[in-house]
Protein backbone atom coordinates (compact mmCIF):
# COMPACT_ATOMS: atom_id res chain seq x y z
CA UNK A 1 0.00 0.00 0.00
CA UNK A 2 1.30 3.23 -1.03
CA UNK A 3 -0.19 5.08 2.33
CA UNK A 4 2.01 3.25 4.61
CA UNK A 5 5.80 5.03 4.05
CA UNK A 6 3.98 8.46 3.77
CA UNK A 7 2.46 8.22 7.21
CA UNK A 8 5.60 8.76 9.01
CA UNK A 9 6.53 11.81 6.91
CA UNK A 10 3.39 13.50 7.70
CA UNK A 11 4.00 12.57 11.09
CA UNK A 12 7.02 14.41 10.94
CA UNK A 13 5.42 17.49 9.01
CA UNK A 14 2.79 17.84 11.90
CA UNK A 15 5.25 17.17 14.80
CA UNK A 16 8.39 18.86 13.33
CA UNK A 17 9.52 20.67 16.68
CA UNK A 18 9.00 17.94 19.00
CA UNK A 19 10.90 15.43 16.94
CA UNK A 20 13.86 17.93 15.95
CA UNK A 21 14.19 18.61 19.73
CA UNK A 22 13.22 15.78 21.70
CA UNK A 23 13.37 12.65 19.39
CA UNK A 24 16.71 13.69 16.92
CA UNK A 25 19.69 10.84 17.73
CA UNK A 26 21.88 14.20 16.32
CA UNK A 27 20.04 17.26 18.45
CA UNK A 28 23.52 17.69 20.34
CA UNK A 29 25.44 18.04 16.94
CA UNK A 30 23.40 21.39 14.98
CA UNK A 31 26.18 21.55 12.73
CA UNK A 32 24.85 18.36 10.80
CA UNK A 33 21.33 20.12 10.15
CA UNK A 34 19.94 16.54 10.70
CA UNK A 35 16.63 18.59 12.05
CA UNK A 36 15.07 14.93 12.83
CA UNK A 37 15.31 13.43 9.49
CA UNK A 38 17.26 10.59 11.41
CA UNK A 39 14.36 9.58 13.00
CA UNK A 40 12.14 10.29 9.85
CA UNK A 41 14.20 7.88 8.54
CA UNK A 42 13.93 5.32 10.55
CA UNK A 43 9.83 5.59 10.92
CA UNK A 44 10.02 5.33 6.98
CA UNK A 45 12.37 1.91 7.32
CA UNK A 46 9.89 0.15 9.79
CA UNK A 47 7.38 1.07 7.91
CA UNK A 48 8.67 -0.31 4.96
CA UNK A 49 10.04 -3.29 6.66
CA UNK A 50 6.29 -3.56 8.28
CA UNK A 51 4.81 -3.22 4.57
CA UNK A 52 7.33 -6.07 3.33
CA UNK A 53 6.63 -8.61 6.08
CA UNK A 54 2.57 -8.20 5.55
CA UNK A 55 3.31 -8.06 1.31
CA UNK A 56 5.08 -11.86 2.14
CA UNK A 57 2.20 -13.00 4.67
CA UNK A 58 -0.18 -12.02 2.12
CA UNK A 59 1.87 -14.82 -0.10
CA UNK A 60 1.20 -18.08 1.59
CA UNK A 61 -0.99 -19.92 -0.59
CA UNK A 62 -3.80 -21.77 0.93
CA UNK A 63 -4.77 -25.02 -0.31
CA UNK A 64 -8.43 -25.70 0.21
CA UNK A 65 -9.73 -28.92 -0.79
CA UNK A 66 -13.84 -29.54 -1.87
CA UNK A 67 -14.57 -32.99 -1.21
CA UNK A 68 -18.44 -34.17 -2.52
CA UNK A 69 -19.51 -37.13 -1.88
CA UNK A 70 -23.04 -38.36 -2.54
CA UNK A 71 -24.31 -41.88 -1.59
CA UNK A 72 -26.82 -43.64 -4.36
CA UNK A 73 -29.06 -45.60 -3.29
CA UNK A 74 -30.59 -48.50 -5.12
CA UNK A 75 -34.24 -49.40 -4.20
CA UNK A 76 -34.35 -51.78 -6.98
CA UNK A 77 -33.27 -55.60 -6.80
CA UNK A 78 -31.65 -57.32 -9.63
CA UNK A 79 -33.15 -60.54 -10.16
CA UNK A 80 -31.49 -63.46 -12.30
CA UNK A 81 -33.57 -64.21 -15.40
CA UNK A 82 -35.09 -67.50 -13.88
CA UNK A 83 -38.49 -68.99 -13.52
CA UNK A 84 -38.59 -68.12 -9.49
CA UNK A 85 -37.44 -64.75 -9.92
CA UNK A 86 -40.30 -63.98 -12.66
CA UNK A 87 -42.93 -65.09 -9.38
CA UNK A 88 -41.06 -62.58 -7.65
CA UNK A 89 -41.64 -60.11 -9.97
CA UNK A 90 -45.34 -61.11 -10.57
CA UNK A 91 -45.85 -61.46 -6.84
CA UNK A 92 -44.19 -58.24 -6.18
CA UNK A 93 -46.06 -56.60 -9.32
CA UNK A 94 -49.58 -56.96 -7.36
CA UNK A 95 -48.21 -54.53 -4.58
CA UNK A 96 -47.80 -52.02 -6.73
CA UNK A 97 -50.34 -49.05 -6.60
CA UNK A 98 -50.18 -46.14 -8.44
CA UNK A 99 -51.62 -43.28 -7.07
CA UNK A 100 -52.46 -39.92 -9.16
CA UNK A 101 -51.26 -36.56 -7.87
CA UNK A 102 -52.33 -34.21 -10.41
CA UNK A 103 -53.33 -31.69 -7.70
CA UNK A 104 -49.78 -31.41 -6.20
CA UNK A 105 -48.03 -30.96 -9.91
CA UNK A 106 -49.96 -27.96 -11.00
CA UNK A 107 -48.53 -24.56 -10.92
CA UNK A 108 -49.52 -22.31 -8.43
CA UNK A 109 -52.46 -19.91 -9.36
CA UNK A 110 -51.50 -16.03 -8.80
CA UNK A 111 -55.00 -14.01 -7.86
CA UNK A 112 -54.56 -10.12 -8.35
Known amino acids: MLLKPI ?3 LEYIVFYDYIKNELCVNKDKPELHCDGKCYLAKQIAKAQEAEKERR ?3 QIPINTTVE ?3 VITSY ?12 TLEYKDTLYAYTSHSRL ?8
Open 76 to 87: FNLFIATEQSQQ
Open 56 to 58: EKK
Open 7 to 9: IPV
Open 68 to 70: FCE
Open 105 to 112: LRPPILVF
